[in-house]
């Protein structure tokens, strides 16, 4: 699978990322997948220590014994929790992330992480003494690189202009195109890589996109009504061929802006990872194909989240 540098750093990892938020609590099964995944060429696994309550990066880090220098390993921080009682508050002191990533590197049996992330953050955080933290992490050796998961165009600045960054994970999809407003370009030339999530908007551009539009699309999903989304879920499948699946284009689609570093989806079955999977035998996306893709779609700007 083609792997592509994250930021300045010397993080190369799979165009394609799994996020582990989705694998379930069955250790078995989560192994399954992820071995599956591993044998297919992705080398990007993504998680956090709010998954489950720290049940995640537990089992990720029981399924990567013997091949944690085979993954290039991302997890997340910032979400104060107590145990299991499903408490939780955001905290992006330096004085916790200091102590929480002691608390994943246990879960993950692993000794550093390849890309500490803030899991979401405010522009009235205290941003200097985040991000001293993360810098005090990697002059300690128990992290390589940082970066933070947002979609807040104001909070991204203020860490492009104050912090060594590599990596910001957004929202990014055909039905999310928020992103191509204000930040893409502007990342891009800051050299900080965009890792795409919910590149198939709950499943919504997926082989599947019809069904789960009526599933989970009842209420709408951002600027788009209902009836827009199974319409949007028509005309990919009627775009799509034996030779590119609505998976493939979707993930096409994000991965061809160059600030894109990795399209990074959830599985909880084989089936989903393989779909996802079917990018590697796709045909190439095109100018053409990406100028009919933006027309079946529409530009959204972000209103909230600043």
């Not at 145990?83 to 246990?106: F, H, M």
């Not at 985040?130 to 940082?146: N, P, S």
């Not at 104050?162 to 195109?177: A, E, G, K, P, T």
């Not at 999977?277 to 933006?294: F, R, Y």
Request: glycine share 8%.
């Amino acid at each position: 699978m083609e792997k592509r540098q994250i930021g300045n750093s010397d993080l190369y990892v799979s165009q394609l990322g799994l996020g582990c938020m989705s694998l379930g609590s069955n250790e078995q099964k989560a192994r399954y997948i992820l071995d599956k995944a591993l044998d297919s060429g992705i080398n990007y696994l993504d998680t956090a220590d709010l998954y489950d309550f720290g049940k995640n990066e537990e089992i990720v880090g029981k399924a990567l014994k013997g091949k944690r220098d085979q993954v290039i390993l991302a997890t997340k921080v910032g979400n104060h929790f107590e145990g299991q009682n499903g408490g939780w508050y955001w905290d992006p002191s330096k004085a916790y992330i200091k102590s929480e990533v002691k608390e994943s590197l246990r879960r993950l049996g692993t000794d550093y992480i390849d890309l500490y992330q803030l899991h979401g953050g405010t522009i009235d955080d205290p941003i200097d003494e985040t991000i001293e933290a993360f810098e005090d992490l990697k002059q300690e050796g128990v992290i390589r690189y940082y970066g933070i998961s947002s979609i807040r165009p104001n909070v991204i600045r203020e860490y492009i202009k104050r912090s060594s960054i590599v990596s910001v994970m957004m929202q990014y999809s055909l039905l999310d195109r928020r992103p191509e407003e204000e930040m893409l370009d502007l990342l891009h030339k800051h050299r900080i890589s965009v890792l795409a999530r919910g590149p198939l908007a709950k499943g919504m551009l997926s082989n599947q996109a019809e069904k789960k539009a009526e599933a989970k699309g009842k209420e709408g999903y951002l600027d788009y009504r209902a009836q827009e989304l199974q319409t949007i879920a028509e005309k990919l499948k009627e775009y799509s061929s034996h030779n590119r699946s609505s998976n493939a284009l979707a993930l096409q689609y994000v991965l061809q802006h160059p600030a894109v570093t990795a399209a990074v989806f959830g599985a909880s079955s084989v089936q989903q990872l393989e779909d996802n999977l079917s990018i590697q035998n796709a045909d190439p996306l095109t100018a053409e194909d990406v100028k009919h893709l933006q027309s079946i779609s529409k530009p959204i700007k972000y209103a909230n989240h600043r």
